[in-house]
């Protein structure tokens, strides 16, 4: 037997700011990567709708497991926008707790969240609620690929992402943990100040 030859996946990177995605042509796309791509394309249409009706918590669901496939794609300016999106909504949320989604799927805890997150929002079911959903799909052809399909279903555009990119410190809250003891300092300061005040004047009122 003759060992066929192993084709070589080119791919064409594009760079967004300082931070890059990949791009990979349709034709050179391997077959887990383009059904990576379309679950994480039917999980924005989904999460659209979602938010068209007001239904944040749902919204928030689908943009984690979005967000997760967004980075297995390296496509992380819409995985950064994702999480963006959820802690808008929710600055407690999970996925608070790691700077980004590459961060946070190493760690157990994320792990479980997301395991609970895919049996509730599997492919199939997905495609159900879709067609439940009724809504009118966003007009993919009139794009320039599937990345600006992504970024139009997240509410932006590659020159939003683009932009954002170049602030980095813009896109992202810091973890929940700096977050409290940030808060904890505010209301900490002013107490130590009026004890300071309270001492100064209990002393001058001493010696006088």
């Known amino acids: 037997m003759f060992a066929l030859p192993t084709k070589c996946r080119r791919e064409r990177a594009s760079k967004i700011g300082s931070q890059g995605y990949t791009h990979y042509d349709a034709p050179q796309m391997t077959d887990t990567l383009a059904r990576t791509k379309e679950r994480m394309l039917l999980r924005l249409r989904l999460a659209r709708a979602c938010e068209i009706r007001n239904r944040k918590k749902d919204r928030d669901k689908l943009l984690v497991l979005a967000g997760v ?5 390296g496509w992380n300016p819409i995985a950064a ?5 959820i802690l808008a909504h929710n600055a407690g949320h ?6 980004s989604f590459a961060e946070a799927v190493e760690c157990e805890d994320f792990q479980q969240f997301l395991r609970r997150l895919e049996r509730e ?3 199939e079911r997905v495609e159900q609620l879709l067609l439940d959903a009724n809504m009118p799909e966003h007009p ?4 320039d ?3 600006e399909y992504a970024a139009a279903l997240l509410g932006t555009s590659r020159q939003q992402l683009e932009s954002a990119n170049r602030e980095p410190q813009a896109e992202e809250l810091p973890p929940i943990e700096e977050q409290t003891q940030h808060v904890q300092w505010n209301y900490l300061l002013p107490i130590l100040l009026g004890l300071a005040a309270v001492t100064a004047w209990l002393l001058l009122w001493w010696l006088s």
């Not at 926008?81 to 999106?85: E, L, P, T």
């Not at 999970?94 to 700077?99: A, F, G, Q, S």
């Open 145 to 147: 690929d599937d990345f």
């Open 121 to 123: 929002y599997g492919s």
């Open 94 to 99: 999970l996925i608070n707790k790691y700077r």
């Open 140 to 143: 993919r052809q009139e794009l």
């Open 69 to 73: 496939d967004a980075r297995r794609l």
């Open 81 to 85: 926008y994702c999480r963006k999106k």
